[in-house]
């Protein structure tokens, strides 16, 4: 190996170390590992800046600015008090309800954009209650993972994969996602349940309190409403189409950001742009930075090509390696780069006989997507998710979060190789 390859494996399992204790904020962490990379020579600064995702922190920046300006309307106060009603109040069926809002709203946004609309109401409605929103939180980003894994726009490695793979349709992954998703939400609701029902005791006179909270007056400005919801759903139905106007979902976003500061005027810009959770960008960035060099000095190269000359060319073990191999990866590692190099993987094993590369794809899929709900750092919607909740002053910790979410996702990835060894492989 590589002295070059070497000096990279150690500065990100260095950074990963400081990431992990928590003695140094992450961003900073991040963004010194990967201005590292670049000044130790491994990797130069114009090929850093290739692999810095600016299409994903693009769509994180315009949904950002499109959900506080959202904020002011009093839309996300008017929802939480809807939903806590109709759950009578009570903080688990609550949790419930809004666990299967994130999923289902993460297959037809994008989880990103899902927990940026969720995690407001989650506040508002744990500050009635008085309890932690750390639990309900929790299970939102597992969901939010979950659902996104269903369709074509839910997570970036699905739009990656249909990207590369044109028989893979939306309706392609529908059908073939959207039954396991089912399955894994179905096991996950009754495990939230019994994990978080202990922290989530409210005092009667709370629920009360919800029970009897008036929803009329709670939005503060109808026309400012409009305007939102308009811009929104223009914005939605931009991702639904963006292979048919072939526009990438960063632009999208930040059209619909600018669309919408301009049909409000400047006084609600300053306003956003100070809303945008700028500590979480950076800390893409650094990540970004950080993978970078693993990727071109061959370190990810090389691991996914001995991982698949160990099945020996075989669908059926193959299939099961890119499972096992992407949720592990996927939980530790941006999954972003990690599934843009196993994509000329499975392409080239085409190129070698290997006739149906289809259970190949939806592992590939599952795996990266449900990976990303192992760790922290796994997946965008879960960093994004954690920095605001540090900002509300209830920080989620690593291995809080890690000693939960890594178990329910290694279920996940059970369900999901029974699931694709008996619907393609038996």
């Known amino acids: 190996m590589e002295h070059q390859a070497v000096w990279a494996i150690v500065i990100f399992l260095l950074s990963y170390a400081l990431l992990i204790s928590e003695k140094i904020h992450r961003t900073i962490v991040a963004m010194l590992g990967g201005l590292l990379v670049v000044l130790s020579g491994i990797v130069d600064q114009a090929t850093v800046l290739r692999h810095i995702d600016f299409n994903t922190l693009g769509l994180l920046i315009g949904m950002m ?65 008085r309890i932690t929103p750390i639990p309900f939180l929790m299970a939102e980003i597992i969901a939010s993972n979950v659902g996104g894994t ?72 109808v026309k400012l409403l409009v305007k939102c919801l308009a811009v929104l759903g223009v914005t939605i139905a931009g991702f639904f189409l963006h292979q048919i106007i072939h526009a990438e979902s ?41 993978v970078a060099g693993l990727v071109e000095t061959g370190v990810i190269a090389d691991l996914a090509a001995r991982a698949i000359e160990l099945t020996g060319g075989d669908v059926a073990a193959t299939s099961m390696l890119i499972l096992w191999l992407s949720a592990v990866a996927s939980a530790f590692l941006d999954n972003i780069p990690f599934v843009a190099t196993m994509i000329p993987m499975i392409q080239e094993m085409g190129n070698m006989g290997v006739d149906n590369l289809e259970p190949l794809w939806w592992s590939l899929a599952l795996g ?31 291995m809080a979060y890690m000693k939960i979410a890594f178990p329910l996702m290694l279920l996940s990835i059970i369900l999901s190789s029974a699931y694709v060894y008996v619907r393609y492989l038996m």
């Open 65 to 129: 600015i499109i959900v506080s300006v959202t904020a002011d309307t009093g839309l996300f106060r008017f929802i939480a008090i809807w939903a806590a009603k109709r759950a009578k109040g009570k903080p688990v069926r609550i949790m419930v309800a809004l666990t299967v809002i994130t999923a289902v709203g993460s297959a037809f946004l994008d989880n990103v954009t899902t927990v940026l609309l969720m995690v407001p109401v989650t506040f508002s409605i744990t500050r009635q209650l």
């Open 150 to 221: 269903a369709t074509l726009i839910g997570d970036p490695p699905n739009i990656m994969i249909g990207s590369a793979v044109k028989e893979l349709t939306f309706g392609a992954f529908i059908a073939n996602l959207t039954p396991i998703v089912i399955i894994i939400m179905a096991a996950y609701i009754p495990l939230f349940v019994l994990l978080f029902r202990k922290q989530m005791r409210a005092e009667p006179e709370r629920i009360r309190a919800i029970m009897e909270l008036e929803q009329a007056g709670l939005i503060t400005d």
């Open 250 to 290: 960063a632009a999208i976003a930040l059209s619909g950001a600018f669309i919408l500061l301009l049909l409000t005027g400047e006084r609600h810009m300053e306003e956003a742009f100070g809303k945008v959770e700028w500590m979480t960008i950076f800390f893409f960035i650094g990540l970004f930075s950080l």
């Open 368 to 398: 990266a997507c449900l990976g990303g709900n192992g760790t922290l750092i796994g997946a965008s919607a879960n960093l994004i998710t954690a920095g605001l909740s540090a900002k509300e002053g209830y920080p989620i910790r690593f």
